[in-house]
């Protein structure tokens, strides 16, 4: 996104142009909730239904403070977003209500007063208090109600079954394969701490010790207090800490011979 027009060389502005960008924008919008709360304008038309109220949707959004290029809040660089159900895990009333008025495959700008976004407060230190916010959003799909209730339904039993399979494969002693369930089972959740504790100890067992740490520290994150994931950190630090041993023995005694050698011939 790129920012709006400003005035240059110090020139005054005149007319139309003393009105901030935003509310140029607004002039061409269509307002949705009837009071200039939210307005909204079509980037690229969708097809089929609009969105129901009780549905989960998939989306990418950008949201963009006046006068700045950069977004201050996206999910467009995550690989797959996730699953949103509208009433539960969307916070802004006004994305809420943009979304309602969407179709599957639809590319959408949409301006939020306060009132419909970060109200009187604002959300410091990046939203100032009082202030409209842009959003691009597009919507990727939909499921409704009963839809939704399937997919995770689906998503609940595929997860248990892939988790079981890591845990199979660990004690097969085949960490490869654990180590690949266990991230597939991430994708479906990416903060199933049994799921990040599997790829930990996959990953120990491969002695790849900075990915094993990365994985088990987030466990941890989701489960602080959880003995099997704390116990696997301390086995992976003392198997580092002889690796590291390991490390400087075999160092020192491949250069010995030749610091030998040069005291010899100093002789």
Same mark, same amino acid.
């Given at each position: 996104m790129s @920012? =709006?027009?400003? $005035?240059?060389?110090?020139?005054? #502005?005149?007319?139309?142009?003393? *009105?901030?960008?935003?509310?140029? %924008?607004?002039?061409?919008?269509?307002?949705?909730?009837?009071?200039?709360?939210?307005?909204?304008?079509?980037?690229?038309?969708?097809?089929?239904? %609009?969105?129901? $109220?009780?549905?989960?949707?998939?989306?990418? +959004?950008?949201?963009?403070?006046?006068?700045?290029?950069? #977004? &201050?809040?996206?999910?467009?660089?995550r690989k797959t977003p996730r699953l949103m159900k509208l009433g539960e895990d969307i916070t802004l009333w006004g994305m809420e209500l943009g979304l309602l008025s969407? *179709?599957?495959?639809?590319?959408?700008?949409? !301006? &939020?007063?306060?009132? +419909?976004?970060?109200? @009187?407060?604002?959300? $410091? $230190? !990046?939203? #100032?208090?009082?202030?409209?916010v842009l959003f691009e959003i597009e919507l990727l799909d939909f499921l409704d109600s009963a839809e939704s209730d399937k997919f995770c339904a689906l998503s609940a039993?595929?997860? %248990?079954?892939?988790?079981?399979?890591? &845990?199979?494969? %660990?004690?097969?002693?085949? #960490?490869?394969?654990?180590? *690949? +369930?266990?991230?597939?089972a991430l994708i479906i959740d990416q903060k199933n701490?049994?799921?990040? =504790? *599997?790829?930990?100890?996959?990953?120990?067992?491969?002695?790849?010790?900075?990915?094993?740490r990365d994985f088990l520290v987030r466990a941890q994150k989701e489960q602080p207090f959880n003995h099997d994931i704390n116990n696997e950190l301390k086995k992976l630090a003392s198997y580092y800490r002889d690796y590291t041993d390991r490390e400087k023995e075999m160092c020192h005694r491949m250069f010995a011979p030749c610091e030998n050698s040069s005291t010899a011939g100093e002789r």
């Open positions: @920012t =709006f027009s400003r $005035p240059r060389n110090g020139t005054p #502005p005149s007319g139309a142009a003393c *009105r901030s960008p935003y509310q140029r %924008l607004s002039q061409r919008m269509l307002d949705i909730t009837g009071d200039q709360g939210v307005l909204k304008d079509v980037i690229r038309e969708g097809t089929g239904d %609009l969105v129901t $109220p009780d549905a989960s949707v998939l989306v990418k +959004y950008s949201g963009y403070l006046e006068h700045m290029d950069k #977004p &201050f809040d996206s999910n467009c660089f969407m *179709r599957r495959g639809e590319l959408a700008r949409f !301006l &939020f007063k306060p009132t +419909y976004a970060y109200g @009187t407060l604002g959300c $410091p $230190p !990046l939203i #100032p208090p009082n202030t409209t039993a595929k997860l %248990l079954v892939l988790l079981n399979l890591s &845990f199979a494969y %660990l004690k097969l002693d085949r #960490p490869t394969m654990a180590l *690949r +369930y266990g991230e597939q701490a049994k799921a990040l =504790f *599997r790829c930990g100890q996959a990953c120990l067992l491969l002695t790849e010790y900075q990915q094993a």
